[in-house]
């Protein structure tokens, strides 16, 4: 399934103090580290993803994985998208960077996904009422603004 298919979840932004290109490094680091910490690997086992360990080139470009995640854009300075899959779920994470005047960027974090039959439904209901997916990306989002702020 393209990521465009996938239904639109949400979307969550921030404004960054900073160029879009020295953002790009810290973002796809963060991001990466993110997902990869320990735990994700056996959580993506456990749910069957269809990517549950990291391969592929680094720095991240297409084709690259990490638990619960393939790249499936990464245009440095511009767009990172992720898409995933397990038993419960088809997902895609979009990051777009843009810039918001002299020395200040956007960076967007747009969720898709489709959750089929009625354990997807329970898994949509868990994910979205417990408020964790929510706070799981404007933490992401968050940390890359500090990384990106911080860094000379």
Same mark, same amino acid.
């Given at each position: 399934?393209?990521?465009?298919?996938? #239904?639109?979840?949400?979307?969550?932004?921030? %404004?960054? /103090?900073?160029? +879009?290109?020295?953002?790009?490094?810290?973002? =796809?680091? $963060?991001?990466?580290?993110?997902?990869?910490?320990?735990?994700?690997?056996?959580?993506?086992?456990?749910?069957?993803?269809?990517? #549950?360990?990291?391969?592929?080139?680094?720095? %991240?470009? /297409?084709?690259? +994985?990490?638990?619960?995640?393939?790249?499936? =854009?990464? $245009?440095?300075?511009?767009?990172?998208?992720?898409?995933?899959?397990?038993?419960?779920?088809?997902?895609?994470?979009?990051?777009?960077?843009?810039?918001?005047?002299?020395?200040?960027?956007?960076?967007?974090?747009?969720?898709?996904?489709?959750?089929?039959?009625?354990?997807?439904?329970?898994?949509?209901?868990?994910?979205?009422?417990?408020?964790?997916?929510?706070?799981?990306?404007?933490?992401?989002?968050?940390?890359?603004?500090?990384?990106?702020?911080?860094?000379?």
């Amino acid at each position: 399934m393209a990521i465009d298919s996938l #239904p639109h979840l949400d979307e969550h932004s921030t %404004l960054i /103090a900073a160029d +879009t290109d020295r953002i790009w490094p810290h973002l =796809t680091d $963060i991001v990466e580290r993110s997902f990869a910490r320990l735990g994700m690997t056996g959580y993506a086992r456990l749910v069957s993803a269809a990517d #549950p360990v990291t391969s592929g080139p680094r720095p %991240l470009a /297409a084709g690259s +994985t990490f638990p619960g995640f393939r790249v499936a =854009t990464a $245009i440095p300075g511009q767009e990172l998208a992720l898409r995933g899959s397990h038993r419960f779920s088809t997902y895609a994470l979009i990051f777009r960077l843009d810039p918001a005047g002299p020395g200040r960027s956007r960076l967007r974090a747009e969720t898709r996904a489709v959750f089929p039959g009625l354990t997807g439904g329970l898994y949509r209901q868990i994910l979205l009422t417990s408020g964790g997916h929510v706070i799981a990306v404007r933490r992401l989002l968050a940390a890359i603004r500090r990384k990106s702020e911080q860094s000379p």
